[in-house]
Nanobody, 116 residues
């Protein structure tokens, strides 16, 4: 069992930065991949960024060059550094983790609102 606790969401003006954090607890050694998704009302939850236990990363095209995912294995924490935010980035951002047995875990979500 893995628990994910997100923090760092809030209100930010367009062009500004924001950093999200996700701390994992429980069966942390079972985690392989971690990542961030986002969702807005009426739309599908979409991948933002992901990282493997080996350090490989991937990003959605619209986030490349603006968002950076990083992982601190010692702290069992994954981060999402968001720069040059746009109003269309407004969404609930969810942390996720996948374990060796392919079980997916989700955080509670944190609201990010980007104003004009």
């Amino acid at each position: 069992q893995v628990q994910l606790v997100e923090s760092g969401g809030g209100l930010v003006r367009a062009g500004g930065p924001l950093r999200l954090s996700c701390a994992a607890s429980g069966s942390i050694f079972s985690i392989t991949d971690m990542g961030w998704y986002r969702q807005v009302p009426g739309k599908e939850r979409e991948l933002v960024a992901a990282t493997t236990s080996g350090g490989r990363t991937k990003y959605a095209d619209s986030m490349k060059g603006r968002f950076t995912i990083s992982r601190d294995n010692a702290k069992n924490t994954v981060y999402l550094q968001m720069n040059s935010l746009k109003p269309e980035d407004t969404a609930v951002y969810y942390c996720t983790a996948v374990s060796w047995d392919s079980t997916r875990y989700w955080g509670q979500g944190t609201q990010v609102t980007v104003s004009y």
